[in-house]
């Protein structure tokens, strides 16, 4: 059925001066499989109804809020209702409003962090797997070609038995009290209530630890975290240092900051094996450092036949010859155009290919709070390690 059309994308979130819904709606159009064709795009309904205008939609599928609009497009004959909803909202509302579609029957694209506690994400766990419909987690960094082809070579066997990881995510935008001042961004990121128990953690440090057990392979299985709030009357961590236990042996670092002055989105990941090292960094993505124990070290770039060959998930997502840079939109529409397709294999009643599968999904969902419940016991224990129990 969806073989021959287009998917149709419905929104919650990313209304005015919001920041993620407008790279998602970006993102999903830039295979040309997506179409967006309704939304709540904000907790004001006026505001949604702006958005729709904007954005040249149906007024009667631009919805004053997510409830009006699961009931409305679940109304809808199913030759044009929503295939599918990309949820862009603070992290407080993911579980409510991916629970609501899920049960109505439309595949989810839910942003990070799934939930605000491993309960919600567990029950949205059972949710999925008893529909049988697709659930995309947004972890846009694993849909970046160079991390797939670290993946790969982790995978084949390149980087020997890895010993060590190195996971970073400093940023600087909140060393100063900028909830303060309104700034919307900030005001729900430094609300517990909103953000859930961890901030910093919450909203950079699950990327991390998402991309480590990516590239790795690895699963995390134990904790040593401290978490500091530098900013004074601020409710939540702004910096979260972590030491790591890895279920094969081996040790791993994790930080990530807020507070870190004059840094942007410096995420970073060091793998080291025994046969070879790897390094990426976000704000570089086009190239991989790959550096084999008593051999120069290799720049590997993107959109070169050589990454594809080596890597089958990395070479079908370069758009554009090496040397013109791809980034944060193209990351996101990879993870779009992997989760796409699958929902159209499902639809088709066709196993969806291995390649197909590689986006984050209702799982990772589940790890990033196991992760940041495990991360928050962990910083109020005296106990040396905690034990992140699955
Ligand atoms: P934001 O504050 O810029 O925008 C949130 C939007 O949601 C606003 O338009 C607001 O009106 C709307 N909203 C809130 N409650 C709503 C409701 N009940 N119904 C309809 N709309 C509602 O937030 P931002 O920075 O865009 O973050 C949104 C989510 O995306 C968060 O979960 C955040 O963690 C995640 N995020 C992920 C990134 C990534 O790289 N994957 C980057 C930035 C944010």
Not at 262 to 281: F, M, P, R, S, T
Request: proline share 4%.
């Amino acid at each position: 059925m969806a073989a021959n059309r287009k998917l149709r994308m419905g929104m919650v979130g990313g209304g005015i001066g919001a920041f993620i819904g407008d790279v998602h709606r970006k993102a999903a159009a830039l295979d040309g499989q997506i179409e967006l064709v309704a939304g709540a795009f904000d907790i004001d309904p006026e505001k949604s109804k702006k958005v729709g205008r904007e954005l040249f939609l149906d007024d009667r599928r631009v919805y004053g809020s997510y409830d009006e609009m699961i009931e409305h497009e679940k109304a809808l004959p199913e030759s044009d209702r929503i295939d599918f909803v990309s949820i862009c909202t603070p992290n407080h509302t993911h579980f409510p409003i991916a629970k609501g579609f899920l049960e109505a029957g439309f595949h989810v694209m839910c942003e990070k962090p799934m939930t605000i506690s491993a309960d919600q994400a567990r029950q949205l766990d059972k949710i999925v797997s008893e529909k049988g419909l697709v659930f995309g987690l947004m972890h846009n960094y694993t849909g970046y070609p160079m991390v797939k082809l670290a993946r790969d070579m982790v995978r084949q066997g390149d980087v020997g038995k890895i010993r060590k990881v190195v996971v970073q995510y400093p940023q600087g935008w909140l060393a100063t009290a900028l909830e303060s001042t309104g700034n919307m961004q900030a005001s729900w990121r430094t609300d517990p209530a909103k953000s859930g128990g961890s901030g910093c953690g919450g909203d950079i440090g699950t990327h991390a630890e998402n991309l480590a057990e990516y590239i790795t392979g690895l699963k995390i299985t134990h904790l040593c975290a401290q978490l500091n709030t530098f900013v004074e009357g601020r409710k939540v961590d702004d910096d979260v240092n972590c030491l790591l236990k890895f279920d094969n042996g081996a040790s791993g670092v994790l930080h990530a900051s807020q507070i870190s002055v004059g840094e942007e989105n410096n995420l970073a990941i060091w793998v080291y094996g025994e046969k070879a090292g790897l390094e990426w960094h976000q704000e570089y993505p086009n190239d991989l450092w790959v550096k084999p124990l008593g051999q120069p070290e290799q720049k590997w770039r993107r959109g070169n036949p050589f990454v594809a060959e080596k890597s089958a998930a990395a070479g079908r997502f370069m758009r554009i010859p090496p040397g013109h840079p791809e980034a944060f939109f193209e990351a996101m529409a990879n993870i779009y155009r992997n989760f796409t397709d699958t929902i159209i294999a499902k639809t088709e009643g066709k196993k969806p290919d291995e390649i197909v599968l590689d986006f984050p999904d209702v799982k990772d969902g589940l790890r990033g709070m196991l992760f940041l419940e495990t991360l928050l016991e962990s910083a109020k224990s005296d106990k040396k390690w905690t034990e992140l129990k699955s």
